[in-house]
């Protein structure tokens, strides 16, 4: 590849590519300077082992906490294993809350209690009452460094509040809270309404009550639901009692969506939205293996049950010509309702109350679409092997095959849902030996009955 | 369903769903008055065809046009079939910009002209500025709500300035823009960089040089990945001169990354992320009709490669009995690929210098799997059919069909892509038809050389 000259149109991080490509570290070592830890997280993750390891030498040491912070944990834990404590410790001293309680999670115990006895008391507090929640839970997402103040100073005070704290106001501050002197949340004042307001008016007169608290054993699914719906930059989080525990801030929101959409995505092949493109070979095909050992016992399954029909298969050989398309059609609509329930369920907009509709549309779906496949199916095989029989029979199979599918398509991530079972990791191949056993079963046990 | 009383640990929507399962109307009313646009929207969805008529009658007039704004397409286009024009224009009047050009592209030619009609020549003209910009990059994700200052003004000034604009400031504004006499973007003052300096300082003192502007013509994703990897709010939109056009807030690019990943996961089966789960019976299975089609071409496809090989078959039905082992163990070895590289390519982290590292990698880790799964495949058709010739045969095809299905998975989704096919649509369909092919061509074909 040509070394790339500096193009404006170009993002910073394309203009880091291609002067990482061209091969001038020194350059390169500049341009990461200029990037924010996510970025460069971002290109750590584009990056094959080698020369990830290189570009991490190259970070300056200031950002490293907040880029490992940034990184999928996959690539994360990879670099991590190459640190001392002490390294760590010195990475992860100005981390926020948040992102503290998340790495710490992640640490392999004798690093993470380094970590932790390198905090004074008043942040082991605060880390502590953080960790006390689920990690995907609001608890788990909330940072503590909110701005308070009380309902019945002024906004004019509520100003000079602010200019006394200066620096200490974090930058992504958005909205204060309003708390009373037990710390119980009482309502929101948006730095916007603070600015517009008659400086001699009570934050009481002012401050909005329609930013609802969020409990912090919410999960972090109906929390991303409410920053959506409500379009929130910042919500404050409570506990049992309404005291104020800390807030929640619109760019973890924004990961956990992003995060929760590849977890859909990966999940249905098995794998991890953490994989990191370039891990090593064999911890990559260790991984797979799993997933593909799962498959070959479906896989085997479906072969025992050919196995059954072996007689009528020797006898018609246009039978296993055909038998796949069975199989498959019923995988192919059933996972058009599998998918449609799972993400039904994701949103929060499926329940017992609607379900029921849900079911009958798709087997109505279903009944419509098998129907008409079946015809054209048994039209086809009908003029390419001129054998009635099997044209009807094959027919009837597909009919059957794609009404199971419908409802296993629909009712299976419900059942795993209320199992606890994620429906995205198992649903597909769960729903596919249903379609495969259904198929193989109706087409050649129909055979055996009708042709033999 | 039973009555439910009113539970404090229950979000809105889900006491409004009890309320409304319970059946008493005028509760229902009350309650949807009490919600977000976003939320009716979110509930609308999550109801069946003529539940969903029967709500949407309930909805204050003054809240239809930003519910029909947070609908799905599909749901929208159903609703808004049964408006008159006039409705619609007084649904619509208080839109912000962004929201309206995002509508008027989906309505109905003789609606949107009746829409465009009732603006004022100020609004018509704002939004024919962002209608000039395709849907998905930075000029059509922005809104023209910008509040801007001068960078000589002191804070003080802007502050009295908000101040006399107060309702005129748009509630999601955290930063204000800095704009010089030819409306060139400067920089970003942000609301808590404005309360937490000294009044008497300069906008120019103060504001920050970080916020890079966003060309109007950036694609959307990449917009996206701009507000991920800065932790934005929201950010300024400007010309190819430089001058400020608007901003995009966060809220905007939520949706994006939410409409994203489900494209991604719905995409796989073939399904649009407008798909309407309570779609009427029969457009639902007309849109599911052509997928289905386009996989039964594939599927006899399969067939036709089967049917070469009839003579062997007939002679070795045990060749039947196992060659959809082969079939789909490739298929879902090459969607794992498949699913990393798709991924790879939306989060922007694959390109021309670390896609051939990936395919080695890929290939890599086939082989191993390939000879594992081979070995264990050969063993277990050796133990259950006692033939030596068969066991061997399935897993010198197994080999082959692995190591061509991580060549496809990881080469298929760049080619599609460098053909502005989209990968996460088509790749699935292509892939299983490539993995099945090969799967059968070389299990019976080796089959047809070596027994026969």
């Known amino acids: 590849?040509?070394?790339?000259?500096?193009?404006?149109?170009?993002?910073?991080?394309?203009?880091?590519?291609?002067?990482?490509?061209?091969?001038?570290?020194?350059?390169?070592?500049?341009?990461?300077?200029?990037?924010?830890?996510?970025?460069?997280?971002?290109?750590?993750?584009?990056?094959?082992?080698?020369?990830?390891?290189?570009?991490?030498?190259?970070?300056?040491?200031?950002?490293?906490?907040?880029?490992?912070?940034?990184?999928?944990?996959?690539?994360?834990?990879?670099?991590?294993?190459?640190?001392?404590?002490?390294?760590?410790?010195?990475?992860?001293?100005?981390?926020?809350?948040?992102?503290?309680?998340?790495?710490?999670?992640?640490?392999?115990?004798?690093?993470?209690?380094?970590?932790?006895?390198?905090?004074?008391?008043?942040?082991?507090?605060?880390?502590?009452?953080?960790?006390?929640?689920?990690?995907?839970?609001?608890?788990?997402?909330?940072?503590?460094?909110?701005?308070?103040?009380?309902?019945?100073?002024?906004?004019?005070?509520?100003?000079?509040?602010?200019?006394?704290?200066?620096?200490?106001?974090?930058?992504?501050?958005?909205?204060?809270?309003?708390?009373n002197r037990d710390d119980k949340y009482l309502g929101a004042l948006s730095l916007s309404a603070l600015v517009t307001h008659d400086p001699d008016a009570t934050?009481?007169?002012?401050?909005?009550?329609?930013?609802?608290?969020?409990?912090?054993?919410?999960?972090?699914?109906?929390?991303?639901?409410?920053?959506?719906?409500?379009?929130?930059?910042?919500?404050?989080?409570?506990?049992?009692?309404?005291?104020?525990?800390g807030r929640i801030t619109v760019d973890d929101v924004l990961d956990f969506i992003r995060e929760e959409g590849e977890h859909q995505f990966m999940g249905q092949a098995g794998l991890s939205e953490e994989e990191d493109m370039f891990a090593p070979v064999v911890d990559s095909a260790q991984r797979r293996a799993i997933w593909l050992g799962v498959n070959l016992g479906t896989a085997f399954l479906a072969s025992w049950v050919i196995s059954q029909f072996e007689d009528v298969l020797q006898q018609f050989v246009a039978l296993a010509v055909l038998m796949p398309i069975v199989a498959s059609m019923g995988g192919i609509a059933g996972s058009q309702t599998l998918t449609l329930t799972i993400r039904g369920l994701a949103l929060g907009q499926l329940n017992a109350g609607n379900s029921r509709w849900l079911i009958i549309k798709e087997l109505a779906v279903g009944a419509i679409n098998s129907l008409i496949w079946a015809l054209v199916v048994a039209a086809i095989a009908l003029i390419w092997l001129d054998d009635v029989d099997i044209a009807g029979l094959i027919g009837v199979a597909m009919t059957l095959n794609l009404l199971i599918a419908a409802l296993a398509g629909a009712v299976l991530p419900l059942i795993l849902h209320r199992l606890h079972i994620d429906p995205a990791l198992a649903g597909g191949v769960i729903l596919t030996t249903v379609t495969d056993i259904v198929g193989f079963f109706a087409f050649l046990g129909l055979a055996k009955v009708f042709l033999m």
């Open 203 to 245: 934050v009481a007169e002012v401050m909005s009550l329609d930013l609802k608290p969020i409990p912090a054993d919410w999960e972090a699914r109906k929390v991303a639901e409410r920053f959506e719906q409500h379009d929130l930059l910042s919500a404050p989080v409570v506990d049992k009692d309404g005291k104020l525990l």
């Open 1 to 179: 590849m040509p070394a790339t000259a500096p193009n404006p149109k170009k993002t910073r991080l394309e203009a880091l590519q291609g002067v990482f490509d061209s091969g001038t570290l020194q350059q390169t070592a500049r341009l990461l300077n200029a990037l924010t830890p996510a970025e460069i997280a971002h290109f750590l993750e584009s990056l094959p082992q080698t020369e990830r390891q290189l570009v991490w030498e190259l970070i300056p040491p200031d950002k490293e906490g907040e880029v490992l912070v940034n990184l999928s944990d996959e690539v994360r834990d990879d670099l991590i294993e190459d640190m001392d404590g002490q390294q760590l410790v010195a990475a992860v001293a100005d981390l926020p809350l948040d992102d503290l309680a998340d790495l710490v999670q992640d640490l392999p115990e004798t690093l993470s209690r380094e970590v932790i006895s390198s905090l004074d008391s008043q942040h082991l507090q605060r880390l502590k009452a953080v960790l006390s929640y689920p990690e995907d839970t609001a608890g788990g997402l909330m940072n503590t460094d909110t701005v308070t103040v009380r309902p019945e100073v002024t906004l004019d005070v509520v100003l000079r509040y602010l200019r006394l704290l200066a620096e200490r106001v974090p930058k992504s501050t958005d909205t204060l809270f309003v708390i």
